[in-house]
Every structure is written in C-alpha cells, then in structure tokens.
C-alpha cells in the first residue's frame, strides 16, 4: 500500500469513528470540509506528478539507446546499464529515477520480504539486483500491489500521461511503456514512449498490442 493510500484509510477511519460518536456532532462539518479539501490536494498532487514522470519519459526519447536484453551487473542502489544501452522495463525504470523514485531498491526490498509473490518463471531462488526490476512481470506485481491498478478496457478516455501500462506481444513477449503528454495524429490518444527494439521512441500504440495491466505509481 502506498503512503497516500495509508494516510487516507486513515483518515477514514477517524472519519467513521467520529460519526459513530454521537458527542462529536460539532466535528463532523469540519471533517467533512477537511476531506474534501485533502482530496482535491492529493488529486492535484497526482496530476503534477504524473506530468512530471510524463515529461521525464519524453526527455528519455533524446538519447540514442540501443535495444540491448543482456544481462548486466549493476551497482545498488540507483543502478543502471550503459546509458546507450537498454530495454522497455529501463524506460520505466529511467523516467522514476529522474524523479528520484529508485525502482530497483523499491522492488528488490519488497521481493526480499515476499518473493513467493512474484513470478517464477525466472527461474530463480532469490532476488537478484541486477535484473528482478527490469523484469516486466515483476514491475506488474510491484505496481498492482503499492500503485492503483487501471482498467485495461480499450478506451482511450481511461488512459491518461503518467500511467504505465503493459503488453502481450506475438511470440508471448511482455512488454512495458508510459503514457505520455502528446496526442496520436487524429487526437484520440495519448502517445507511448517505449523501447521495443528501435531505442527509446514516442509512438501510436496504445492499443496495437494486447493490454495486460494498467497501473497508476507514485510515492
């Protein structure tokens, strides 16, 4: 659960506790009015940060990287493969850092207290720093589990810039991308910045590929 998600349960509960109490009449308005105005500061809290990771997806689009699936030593935490080399899950995981949110760190310390949660497939018997955070099923565990998890129906109004969202390629490949701040040419649809074998791109192709999961992350 996300830190925000916690302080509103909260406040929620002492929401429900005041209104059960029959001598905190005099509280109610004012908890009321208090709610409303914490959530409009948490909705414009979100929409500034998903702009922010928007803008940071589109600034990756700069660089020239080259499509590279091998499998790197990296340092921890705030590692990195070579700037010029890269896949889809380092789209995500460049555009967090540049907002200072550490994927690698945040998904390593949660694997290590509950790696029967996420996917096997890997084959592997323990976390590993180098490679559990560009995996995309395990980005879809980290992000259903602490992020807001999205409908993944095939409509254009659900998707707004900030979302990552994920795909089942042909040959039942995962992929990964963000939605970004810029619109398809008939502007119907927000754009994706990804890496699917041609470097670090903006593209129309939201929904070319089959939707696995939508998620909505901050911290």
């Known amino acids: 659960m996300s830190k925000k998600s916690y302080c509103l349960n909260l406040i929620f509960e002492l929401y429900e506790t005041c209104f059960s109490i029959q001598n905190f009449k005099p509280m109610k308005k004012f908890l009321s009015i208090f709610i409303v105005v ?19 997806a589109l600034s990756l689009t700069k660089d020239k990287v ?46 290590k ?12 018997k323990k976390p590993d720093t180098n ?12 992000f259903a589990k602490f992020g807001q998890s999205k409908s993944t129906e095939a409509n254009p109004a659900l998707y707004a810039p900030g979302d990552i969202v994920t795909w089942l390629l042909p040959g039942n490949l995962t992929h990964i991308g963000i939605v970004v701040n810029k619109r398809s040419a008939d502007g119907k649809r927000y754009l994706i910045v990804h ?15 089959t939707i696995t999961g939508h998620y909505q992350y901050s911290k």
Do not use: W
């Open 38 to 56: 914490l959530f409009v500061f948490f909705g414009k809290a979100q929409s500034q940060f998903a702009q922010k990771l928007s803008d940071a």
């Open 131 to 142: 490679i559990d955070h560009r995996r995309v099923p395990n980005l879809m565990v980290f």
């Open 195 to 209: 890496n699917i074998g041609a470097g670090q791109v903006i593209e129309d192709c939201l929904f070319k590929f």
């Open 66 to 111: 080259t499509y590279d699936p091998a499998y790197y030593s990296i340092k921890y935490p705030n590692g990195d493969v070579a700037p010029d080399k890269g896949v889809c899950t380092d789209v995500i995981i460049r555009a967090y850092q540049k907002l200072g949110i550490d994927l690698q760190k945040e998904v390593h310390e949660d694997m």
């Open 113 to 124: 207290k509950n790696f029967s949660k996420y996917p096997k497939k890997f084959g592997l």
